[in-house]
């Protein structure tokens, strides 16, 4: 039998404060999650957002559980504690949800909040229109204490019998929700979400937060699979949602235990600068949802940190601190558990800075030594060479040295495989060799101390016969890290030059024409 009834929206309270000062203000992209995980909890597989411009609403549809009148009417207060079964009841998934406050952070965003529902077995269709700008005052923005009867219709129609599901529409939409809602033209990002298009970070958000799974082929998808009996899909405007992922290579994942507090992580890097921003550092999760953005857990950044830019993970936390989120399930209480996990991450973090700066210099270093770039050390490409592959061996490279008659004529003197921890040395590669050449003439060069008690009396540069030249390392100009390279070409030249003028005007005319040669790229 058909009939209608009016069910009052109660709210506790306790929570008003939070709701006028946090949920109204909050992001749209923070409403759709709310709906989106309450789906999740009434054991949905299947949830698709879709937003109608010309109607101006948006519907949210999902193949959960459905609620029956009894359901909704406990839906509809809003208590502020913790209420409810820890497990869903058909997938026996954790909750996300266990206030009921998530269903009031749309109600700013429309004018009207209709709940369309149908449990399995049953041929009841339910009906409800919330009015949402009852709740809220436009004008002063305060929330409306006491009840606000929401009127819905129970139809019944035997051909829902072995349907389940729940349509939520928010109906005329305020001006923000719209902005977040439409596509724009621009189709450039920048370095943080702040610059996008309104509507590419709302998917960005929604993708950040979401119990999604990571992008097919991602191995993030296999050290920090969530573990639930079945997941959720997430269609917006049609198309598939996924997690957000840095990409690169994954630095180191695992689990740690902490007193009550267990934890899988993953930490990643693609070797240059996370972007957008808001994708660096740490994302922890509980539950498979992310709470509140992502974070460093106070690093004191400095030249030793300088590469913790280049660091994005997550953080699960599996067990021990459900009773610890706060009411908004945007922070933690603060509490010495989540100080102690904060400190094993936050040390993560700094081994994981440290490790990448090591490895990226190092890899630099030799990069620039063997290309001959303009700022390197004046030292022997190989010394700096063997230097660094120490560096990198430390930690946990291994190295493969491939004569120069078996590499590819295009093979570069030194590879570093990050991924593979591998350093690949072709032996005897021409770019391995120390050798200038001036005025046509080839000189190989040999780095030694000359010191001042020597004949050479601490020169830059002295001439070994007639193809070799001896480099001062400890000639003062030479230590210049910027500087350096070119102070010993210019000191080569002069020595070259010394031998081959017999007077002042024939040596600058010389000096002349090989420093247009020598620093033609400067």
């Avoid at 109608?52 to 509809?76: C, P």
């Avoid at 149908?118 to 269709?125: E, F, G, Q, R, W």
Wanted: net charge neutral.
């Amino acid at each position: 039998m058909d009939a209608t009834f009016q069910t009052p929206l109660t709210v506790d309270k306790n929570i008003v404060g939070l709701l006028s000062r946090s949920t109204y203000q909050r992001n749209f992209s923070y409403a759709l999650r709310e709906m989106i995980s309450n789906a999740y909890d009434a054991d949905a597989t299947v949830v698709e957002i879709n937003y109608d411009k010309q109607k101006n609403e948006v519907t949210i549809r999902d193949n959960g559980n459905g609620m029956t009148k009894e359901e909704f009417d406990f839906y509809l207060k809003i208590a502020g504690q913790r209420r409810g079964k820890r497990v869903t009841p058909r997938f026996g998934r954790k909750r996300v949800g266990r206030f009921g406050v998530g269903f009031l952070s749309v109600l700013p965003f429309c004018e009207t909040l209709q709940v369309v529902t149908t449990t399995d077995n049953s041929p009841v269709l339910l009906t409800a229109d919330v009015p949402a700008h009852e709740f809220f005052k436009t004008s002063e923005r305060d929330v409306e204490v006491g009840e606000i009867l929401v009127p819905g219709a129970l139809v019944e129609d035997e051909r829902k019998l072995q349907e389940h599901s729940t349509v939520i529409r928010l109906k005329d939409l305020n001006e923000h929700a719209q902005s977040r809602l439409a596509k724009d033209a621009r189709g450039s990002k920048g370095d943080t979400t702040g610059e996008w298009a309104p509507y590419d970070r709302l998917i960005w958000e929604l993708q950040d937060e979401l119990p999604l799974p990571f992008p097919e082929g991602s191995k993030l998808n296999e050290v920090l699979a969530y573990p639930e009996p079945v997941g959720v899909e997430v269609f917006f405007q049609g198309k598939k949602l996924f997690r957000n992922e840095a990409g690169g290579e994954i630095l180191e994942s695992g689990e740690f235990k902490l007193d009550k507090i267990k934890c899988r992580f993953a930490l990643v890097t693609p070797w240059k600068p996370v972007k957008p921003m808001e994708m660096r550092y740490m994302k922890l999760r509980l539950n498979n949802v992310g709470v509140g953005p992502r974070r460093d857990f106070d690093i004191q950044r400095g030249r030793r940190y300088s590469r913790i830019t280049w660091l994005s993970g997550e953080a699960q936390i599996m067990e021990g601190l459900d009773e610890a989120i706060n009411v908004s399930r945007e922070d933690f209480i603060q509490s010495p558990e989540f100080e102690a996990l904060s400190q094993k991450l936050n040390g993560l973090l700094r081994k994981h800075a440290d490790e990448v700066e090591v490895i990226d210099v190092a890899a630099r270093d030799m990069t620039r030594q063997v290309s001959g770039s303009k700022q390197v050390r004046v030292a022997s490409k190989r010394e700096v060479v063997e230097a660094n592959v120490k560096k990198l061996v430390a930690r946990g490279f291994h190295v493969r040295t491939v004569p120069a008659s078996e590499a590819s004529r295009r093979a570069e003197p030194v590879k570093i495989d990050r991924a593979k921890r591998e350093i690949t040395v072709v032996e005897g590669h021409a770019n391995l060799e120390d050798r200038i050449v001036v005025d046509g003439r080839n000189f190989n060069i040999v780095y030694k101390d000359l010191d001042q008690q020597t004949a050479t009396r601490g020169l830059p540069c002295v001439l070994d016969g007639k193809n070799k030249v001896v480099v001062n390392t400890n000639y003062r100009l030479f230590r210049s890290k910027r500087y350096g390279e070119v102070f010993k070409r210019l000191c080569i030249v002069l020595t070259v030059a010394k031998e081959a003028s017999h007077s002042a005007d024939q040596m600058y005319k010389y000096l002349i024409e090989q420093f247009d040669q020598q620093f033609s790229d400067y």
